[in-house]
């Protein structure tokens, strides 16, 4: 009996000894976290509404009187909870300046477990483990608790990102949150802590800053980088930035815009990097403080020790090639303006294993030293340049694959491939786009592209009824879109749909406005007294119509190359993209309106676009609704008449005035549109108008 008595109290003892948090003890803990950072606002967990005091809420009522409990527990779950009260649905200035006040941004994507389950490590997108280590040290991570990554790319995530992270620094290794366009970030006080912190993507979001910001510099475990295409940019990239990143291998900063700074050279920053291996650079633009165009020597590329790989693609230098680093395996160049000859691809001690020099202005001969240089060659692609007019050296074909070497993909002018693709390459010209290329290249003469300037950006947006901002990638026919003001209309066509396609667009970014609409250059934007013009003719000062239907300067033009190629269409031959009015349509002659000769006409390209559309428009009144394409992704519709619409821009006067005489039937075809369409018409017709 004393034994069994004994035992009894035992038990109780060891329950005594279980820990159950009350509301109040997780209050403290919290507060206690807010006291320690200078950079959290503890009055923001008192403030009704607030993210943190939401989130709270939530810990304590999740939390309290769970045993074997504490302080790490407290931290992880409340720190997590503020990602979802802050960025799940939640407006920011971001998401107001570029979808409007009345915008209800739409939730997350995924959102499995969150915040129910009292285990952060439960939650999407979070782990609590590395997956490169081996299954014991696995295990010894997910026995501690602690939040190691956090990966919610591609989630749509929108509000502002949460400094409360900064609470999990000492343990945090990874924050991806790579595509999500609408989410942002201002202040960053809170990576000082972040001291574990080794991957660090935030690409194709709307995080802002002046440039990059110096407190970079304190994620000094930091390996992978990635801003690109993000509002740190306008800014400049300063040298303190990088200073202290000395395990920094990966960097991506591609599409983003930075000032030149003359006193240490545009590109000082990134010789800071003695482990940087991989470096991508695509698609950058220098401005002095003037808004001009900056170019300069890729002599930085020398001191690059350690980079294996390095892409500029559309970024543009001047000069000529520089000195190769002896590490460097990868090059891409294409579009970068530089000049001069090859020697420097043969007076190196780089072994290339690939190499893209599309594009440029390069000249005289290619030495077949370049391909006793560099064996192991999978590709190389030489299009786009002056070099002179004799066939490429034999020495390349010997590395072809079907030769018994490595080079799968050799590419030239017709003038370097007169035999091709049964000689030794195995593309010409614009053919070569087709190379797995991670930014695939525009065409180098616009004319040779047998659809030009007809289409959006993958990256741009329209409002859809009922559902808010959609991307360009995500509409299908049926879908109601905003095409001014206080109009929606469901579009009936897609002139243009290919989600893998890249092409080069303009920029047009509008006073007042954080967002730009990505147009092909010869796509038509709306303008005053119900004028529509190419984009190409819009300069910086020009005002454009938008969604209020008032007209804003443009502040900022430039040239991006976007993935995904998308014209939808709908009955008023109008929609809102980005928030800027803009035509179904294009204009052939890079005017606004058609030539005959030198002669204009009074037919602008938006009334004969409408005109030669009604066609189509009338088919699918009438049922006849079947959409196909062409391999290039363009409406069988579309192709016929663009293709008539060049051949006959390019005859003369004689052929035009004797095609023109088709104008008749089409604007029949348009009236008989405009009489279906209108209740009142009709009935005058019919007579049964009183």
């Known amino acids: ?177 790579f595509d999500n366009f609408y989410h942002t970030c201002y202040e960053y006080d809170w990576l000082k802590d972040m001291k574990a912190l080794q991957y660090f993507f935030f690409g194709h979001t709307a995080w802002d800053a002046n440039g990059i910001p110096n407190e970079l510099s304190l994620l000094t475990e930091l390996v992978q980088f990635d801003c690109s295409y993000t509002y740190w940019s306008e800014g400049p990239i300063p040298v303190a930035s990088f200073n202290s990143l000395n395990k920094l291998e990966y960097v991506d900063m591609g599409n983003n815009i930075y000032t030149y700074e003359s006193g240490e050279g545009a590109m000082a920053a990134f010789k800071t990097l003695p482990s940087l291996k991989r470096f991508y650079f695509e698609n950058v633009r220098f401005t002095d403080d003037a808004n001009n165009d900056i170019t300069f020597s890729m002599d930085f590329l020398t001191e690059l020790d350690n980079v294996v790989e390095a892409w500029f693609d559309f970024t543009k230098f001047s000069g000529m090639l520089p000195n190769l680093p002896g590490s460097l395996k990868s090059f891409s160049i294409t579009f970068c303006g530089l000049s001069g000859n ?5 007076n190196t001690n780089a072994i290339l294993d690939r190499l893209w020099l599309t594009g440029n202005e390069f000249s005289g001969t290619i030495p077949a030293l370049i ?86 950006s993958g990256s741009s947006t329209v409002e859809v009824e009922h559902r808010g901002s959609v991307r360009m990638g995500d509409l299908v026919i049926g879908d109601t879109v905003r095409v001014s003001n206080n109009t929606f209309e469901p579009i009936y066509s897609f002139g243009h749909k290919d989600k893998t396609a890249s ?111 009604s066609v189509h428009r009338l088919a699918v009144m009438v049922g006849i609704t079947g959409e196909t394409y062409t391999p290039e992704g363009i409406s069988n519709w579309v192709a016929t008449a663009h293709s008539m619409t060049t051949y006959v821009a390019g005859q003369n006067v004689l052929v035009i005035l004797g095609l023109a005489l088709l104008l008749p039937l089409l604007m029949l075809a348009r009236l008989i549109e405009m009489l279906v369409c209108s209740p009142t018409a009709m009935a005058v017709v019919s007579g049964d108008l009183d």
């Open 1 to 177: 009996m004393q034994i069994f008595i004994a035992q009894v109290f035992m038990l109780l003892g060891m329950v005594s000894q279980v820990s159950c948090l009350t509301g109040v003890e997780i209050e403290n803990i919290v507060n206690g976290f807010y006291n320690d950072k200078d950079y959290l606002d503890i009055n923001s967990l008192t403030t009704s509404g607030s993210y943190q005091s939401i989130a709270l809420a939530k810990t304590v009522n999740t939390l309290e009187g769970l045993s074997n409990k504490d302080e790490k527990h407290v931290r992880n779950y409340f720190a997590a909870a503020t990602i979802y009260y802050a960025t799940n649905g939640q407006k920011s200035q971001k998401t107001i300046e570029l979808l409007g006040e009345d915008h209800a941004p739409p939730g997350w994507s995924r959102d499995d477990l969150w915040i129910d389950d009292p285990n952060p490590c439960k939650w999407y997108g979070i782990t609590c483990f590395l997956d490169v280590l081996d299954e014991d040290e696995q295990k010894e991570q997910i026995d501690e608790e602690l939040i190691i990554e956090i990966q919610l790319y591609n989630n749509t995530l929108y509000g502002t990102w949460p400094k409360e992270i900064g609470l999990l620094g000492e343990h945090l290794v990874t924050i991806d949150l």
């Open 342 to 346: 090859l020697d420097q691809l043969v």
């Open 371 to 456: 391909a006793t240089q560099h064996p192991e060659l999978t590709r190389v692609f030489f299009e786009g340049n002056d070099f002179d007019n004799v066939a490429l050296p034999a020495d390349f074909c010997n590395l072809l694959v079907t030769n018994g070497g490595q080079l799968e993909d050799l590419g030239g002018d017709e003038d370097q491939c007169p035999d091709a693709p049964v000689g030794c390459c195995t593309c010409t010209g614009l053919e070569c786009n087709n190379s797995p290329d991670p930014t695939p290249a525009p065409t180098s003469e616009e004319e040779e592209n047998p659809f030009p300037g007809i289409c959006f």
């Open 503 to 613: 092409a080069e667009f303009l920029r047009i970014k509008t006073k007042g406005s954080s967002t730009a609409i990505e147009i092909s250059p010869d796509h038509m934007v709306a303008i005053e007294n119900g004028r529509y013009v190419p984009a190409s003719l819009v300069k910086k000062g020009d005002k454009l119509l938008i969604v209020s239907n008032e007209l804003a300067a443009v502040t900022s033009i430039k040239t991006v190359v976007r993935k995904g190629i998308f014209a939808p269409f709908t009955a008023s031959g109008n929609i809102v993209v980005n928030g800027v009015v803009a035509s179904n349509y294009v204009a052939y002659q890079g005017s606004e309106y058609v030539k005959i000769g030198e002669m204009e006409t009074p037919f602008s390209y938006q009334f004969m676009g409408h005109t030669f559309n």
